[in-house]
């Protein structure tokens, strides 16, 4: 995560992620080199458990 993401969305993230949130991504940086990563970018957007009627069905 970039530096602005730590503060808010990387806190939010640790303690959030014994719920298994649905995380929406918007321009992430994606590499397939010896499988897959998932990095932002500046302009990348993360929203954790968005208020999305199709996340409720991601839930677990």
Same mark, same amino acid.
Request: charged share 15%; no cysteine.
């Given at each position: 995560?970039? $530096? @602005?993401?730590?503060?808010? $969305?990387?806190? $939010?993230?640790?303690? #959030?992620?014994?719920?298994? @949130? ?5 321009? @992430? #940086?994606? %590499?397939?080199?010896?499988?897959? *990563?998932? =990095?932002? #970018?500046?302009? =990348?957007? &993360?929203?954790? *458990? @968005?208020?999305?009627?199709? %996340?409720? %069905?991601?839930? &677990?």
């Amino acid at each position: 995560m970039w $530096e @602005p993401y730590i503060y808010y $969305e990387g806190v $939010e993230l640790v303690n #959030r992620i014994h719920t298994h @949130p649905p995380i929406l991504i918007l321009r @992430p #940086r994606i %590499s397939t080199y010896h499988g897959i *990563d998932i =990095s932002t #970018r500046p302009n =990348s957007t &993360i929203v954790l *458990d @968005p208020p999305l009627h199709q %996340s409720a %069905s991601l839930k &677990i």
